[in-house]
């Protein structure tokens, strides 16, 4: 027969390990109680494999702690062992707090990096760097007050240093200062707004027109140059990037041609889309490479060998284009190239939204949650003006969306 130890211990043992393993971390506490101890009325509610596997986690235990002997005595009557295993506690949570106090800095560090979403972290850090670099120079001491004149230096040299996260890393020193004064207070309100209101727009892929992708179609001599107009082509229809249609499919139907995205992780919408295009040779005539229509520009097998294609090609390929074309594909003062695969998608948009309003140009383009439809949004805002209108060769109801 088993001996018990006192009952709330061995019902919190129990709870914890049926709840295994999301639980796991509250058995640490109780380290060191042998299996034996529990009190037959408990084991007896446990079915075979519970037993089984407290068994097993019991004896683990048992075995990696250091001080288990102090409770192995059985009790003979309930206070002798009920306040044999209160001692133990009572030691091991002073150890712990020593335990815990020889690394705080590091704990408390550790607790404070969970006070901030994963993609924050890295800004934050990086913020109280500047701040900490800035307050080193100046002679301030870290971490006091935050007055006026300082919140407009540290305000200043954001917006020199990193102008486009300027106002957030202002909050983010905000968080790290003791509560400021209300005039100090006003002033951080101030600069945070002067900050915000100065960041620029954020560089966009220059947007594929049509008068360029006739510019490019010009230009074209090798099959590898064929071949990239070809996707630029569909992908441009599509409000794709040429890249992504590896996951297209083609059916030619009288008439016209359906293309198909299967539900996929990249598909932003999550369900699947067909899309029925009608013949427009006759509108872009002119094009020397490449039929510039969604149904007459790749065959069902050449649709095959574009999708093997895969993305460094796809942009190495239309770089060389580009080149030919002599387009200038790198502007003084901007980080990025003018134009990237993106391009495609960007300009195919701004050119079906003409003729197919915003509404349908979002379910073409696949764009859905709010984040993509503002994206969307900032990219209609920039649109220029290409000096050809092509009406988009389908109706908004040759789009079907498919089932999940
Ligand atoms: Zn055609």
Known sequence: MRAGCDASTAERLCNALKNMPDDFESLADLEGVPFSYLPSEVAGRLSNSDFCLIQRLIKSLVASSHSSSSISAPRQDGGAATSSVQQRSTKTLKEEVKNFLDAEDEFVSALKDGYYAAKSKGPRASALKKYEALAAEKG??????????????TAAFLQKSTPQSAATYLSHIKTQMPPLSREAEKEYSRA??????SKKAPEQDAPLTYTLLKKLDAAAETLDDLSTMKGLVLA???????DEIQHLSKTEDKGGATYSWKKSKRDQSSHGMSVKFSCCCDVTVGFKTVSCCPVHVVSVEQLQSLKRVPTDTWRNRFYKLLEKAG??????GRKRALYSLYSARVGGAQAAVIS????TTQVLGRWKSDDCAL???NM?????????????PLKSDDIKLLSK
């Open 236 to 242: 441009w229809f599509l409000l794709a990037r040429p």
């Open 140 to 153: 301030w001491t870290p971490g006091a007050d935050w007055d006026v004149e300082k919140i407009q230096i």
């Open 327 to 332: 387009i200038e594909n790198k502007v003084e």
């Open 192 to 197: 945070y707004a002067s900050l915000e209101r």
């Open 380 to 392: 209609a805002v920039v649109a220029p003006a290409d000096d050809v209108v092509i009406k988009w």
């Open 356 to 359: 197919l309003g915003h509404k």
């Open 375 to 377: 994206h969307y949004e």
